[in-house]
């Protein structure tokens, strides 16, 4: 496969341009062809190979340089150090109503946009009828742009990229912000982009839309690539370093404030599963989980149990006040909740439950912890959970 | 040209002359007012007060002089202290989407030169019509000099405009700089009227012959070559040439300084 992009060593240093002094040293540096004095390296040594056909999703904390590699990639900046190679058609959606004129109205904001994404003035004429439909804002084309919803932005933005039949498409983050029916139409014509055998670089906070679109994933760190490889490995990965990272921000909570003045998760754990591993259940056992809960002012807090999916889909909650249990009175301030999942349906995969102390009202989530397990089987089923079901007819 | 194809450089000249002139009533009336009304006050200075005098132009009298200089002048410099802004007025267009930069600039002197041009041609009718003798057939001649200065023009505004984004203060020392340049451009006199020290001092300026030329084909009718003829222009594609390679080496850089 030849390869469609080709960065090799990118770095991208951002010189300081805030006093007048800097900006000309730093102007001065550049006629030279020098490298600028001070300044702030937002990327550093970054090397990406995407073939035709691949849809690359690129991840990261904020600030991690995301943005930034993509406009080196669509030669918005020009890199510090490095080469750049792009041999593709491009469309970017790197903001939504990037090149949008808010004074005009969204026809003219079309044409504009269109003309940036080089159509030609009878190409457009030709697709104009299936951008509007696209973008389905109806009467508001007419009406000036700065009278839209963030919302209809973006759906006119992704209806010009959509129409100028691109063979790279690079987005930023931008499908977010659209409605329910608008992501999915925007995911679906992705989809179909890319079974023609297009490509695809998005730049997604989303490990769901990460997940379900892209083969391939490039996890940016602080302006260096972290990990570099399959979707679901690098995903894992980096979710895996905010659940590290998460836990680490919540016991420095703790010991911050001692614990006191809030409901809070004592001691979280699986019965009959010792050890430190994430238990494995079969499909069908029974799970049962102990949650130990502290309350400052001495009356019984709500317990609330999460079941998820390993990329966070929710699957099942119930909250102890649901059904009017009251807890176990441990001393004064501890409380115990036991639960069990009897039979367990669901189906083979890797799941975590989550306990949550919760005021007395069951108003207000004051605390939570996680563990994850695995559940094993051997069904054929697809999804994640059995549904008792009968076949009726027939023989 | 490739430039002339580009639907790109089209929708900008057509979105500049929209919002700079077209938007509102006052725009358009605007840009035949003012140079109108600088008109008549200079002619009402130099001819009531100063009773200047213009001894090589035999039958021509000061306000059709002044005019026929005037109006290109006013294209020349007014496009590029517009342009100047062009590159920072649309950050958010160049930090976010991939396009040839230069066409910013490039389409602000076009819709200037444009606007500007119409007045021309309007002046010269009603000039006409009061009486003067203007010479028709050397637009033959005017139409190639002003097309020399739309290039002169477009090779400073890409100058100025990449410079800016750098140097902040290119905005602010632009204006004053194009008011001394006025002066020293014989558009208000003429630079017979000169010691002739200063004379061949003023011929070093590109514009006293851009100036000239004009009034030699639209008033005077005098067609005569010089070897200024082939200097001008060959300098004025010279400085678009280089402002063009300068602009070009700076743009992948202007997102650092936006």
């Given at each position: 496969m030849r390869p469609l992009v080709r960065l090799q060593g990118i770095s991208k240093f951002y010189p300081r341009v805030h006093r007048p002094g800097e900006r000309l040293r730093a102007f001065a540096a550049l006629m030279a062809g020098r490298e600028p004095q001070d300044g702030v390296e937002v990327l550093h040594d970054i090397s990406l190979e995407v073939s035709a056909g691949q849809s690359f999703g690129i991840i990261g904390e904020n600030g991690a340089g995301k943005s930034t590699l993509l406009k080196v990639l669509t030669g918005v900046i020009t890199p510090s150090k490095g080469s750049v190679e792009v041999n593709a058609r491009v469309a970017a959606l790197l903001e939504l109503g990037a090149g949008f004129q808010p004074e005009f109205s969204g026809i003219d904001n079309i044409k504009m946009k269109a003309s940036l994404l080089g159509m030609s003035s009878k190409q457009l004429d030709r697709r104009m009828d299936d951008i509007l439909a696209f973008a389905d804002i109806g009467e508001y084309v007419y009406e000036p742009v700065k009278h839209y919803s963030s919302g209809m932005v973006v759906r006119l933005g992704f209806a010009v990229v959509a129409a100028s039949d691109p063979e790279l498409l690079i987005t930023d983050e931008v499908l977010a912000v659209g409605d329910e029916s608008f992501q999915k139409k925007c995911i679906r014509w992705i989809e179909s982009f890319l079974a023609k055998g297009n490509t695809l670089l998005m730049v997604s906070h989303s490990m769901y839309l990460v997940q379900?679109?892209?083969?391939?994933a490039l996890w940016v760190h602080q302006g260096r690539a972290r990990e570099l490889g399959d979707v679901f490995p690098v995903t894992q990965a980096y979710l895996a370093y905010h659940e590290e990272k998460n836990a680490l921000e919540k016991q420095q909570r703790h010991a911050h404030d001692g614990g006191s003045g809030l409901y809070c998760v004592r001691k979280f754990t699986f019965l009959g599963h010792s050890g430190n591993e994430d238990p494995v259940i079969r499909h069908g056992e029974d799970l049962e989980a102990e949650l130990i809960l502290s309350s400052p002012d001495g009356r019984p807090p709500v317990a609330l149990f999460g079941v998820m999916r390993a990329d966070g889909t929710p699957v099942y909650g119930v909250a102890s006040d649901f059904d009017g249990i009251t807890p176990e009175r441990i001393d004064d301030r501890l409380f115990r909740f036991r639960i069990r999942f009897k039979s367990l349906q669901l189906l083979a995969g890797s799941y975590s439950i989550r306990g949550h102390a919760m005021d007395p009202e069951g108003m207000r989530l004051c605390d939570s912890s996680e563990h994850r397990f695995t559940v094993s089987g051997q069904s054929r089923e697809m999804g994640f959970i059995h549904l008792p079901h009968q076949w009726n007819g027939g023989d | 040209?490739?430039?002339?194809?580009?639907?790109?450089?089209?929708?900008?000249?057509?979105?500049?002359?929209?919002?700079?002139?077209?938007?509102?009533?006052?725009?358009?009336?605007?840009?035949?007012?003012q140079p109108l009304m600088l008109l008549a006050v200079y002619a009402f200075v130099f001819t009531t007060i100063f009773k200047a005098r213009i001894p090589d132009a035999a039958g021509v009298s000061y306000v059709p002089y002044l005019a026929v200089a005037f109006w290109p002048w006013t294209a020349f410099s007014e496009s590029i202290l517009r342009s100047a802004n062009a590159i920072s007025a649309n950050a958010a267009l160049i930090g976010k989407v991939a396009f040839p930069g230069e066409l910013l600039p490039l389409s602000t002197v076009t819709a200037t030169f444009v606007m500007h041009m119409a007045g021309y041609l309007a002046v010269l009718l009603v000039l006409q019509l009061m009486g003067t003798d203007i010479h028709w057939l050397g637009l033959l001649g005017a139409i190639p000099v002003l097309l020399f200065m739309f290039i002169f023009a477009s090779g400073l505004a890409l100058l100025t405009s990449a410079l800016q984004v750098f140097v902040r203060d290119v905005a602010q020392i632009l204006p004053p700089l194009m008011t001394f340049w006025f002066f020293t451009t014989p558009i208000l006199y003429s630079s017979s009227l000169l010691p002739d020290k200063w004379a061949s001092v003023i011929k070093l300026n590109p514009m006293t012959w851009y100036v000239e030329r004009l009034r030699d084909f639209l008033l005077l009718g005098n067609y005569h070559w010089s070897i200024?003829?082939?200097?001008?222009?060959?300098?004025?594609?010279?400085?678009?040439?280089?402002?063009?390679?300068?602009f070009r080496r700076c743009s992948g850089h202007f997102e650092d300084f936006l």
């Open positions: 379900k679109l892209c083969t391939k | 040209m490739k430039l002339l194809s580009n639907n790109l450089f089209h929708q900008l000249v057509s979105r500049a002359i929209r919002t700079d002139y077209l938007e509102n009533l006052t725009g358009f009336a605007w840009l035949i007012l200024s003829d082939l200097l001008v222009p060959s300098f004025s594609i010279l400085v678009f040439w280089a402002s063009l390679v300068f």
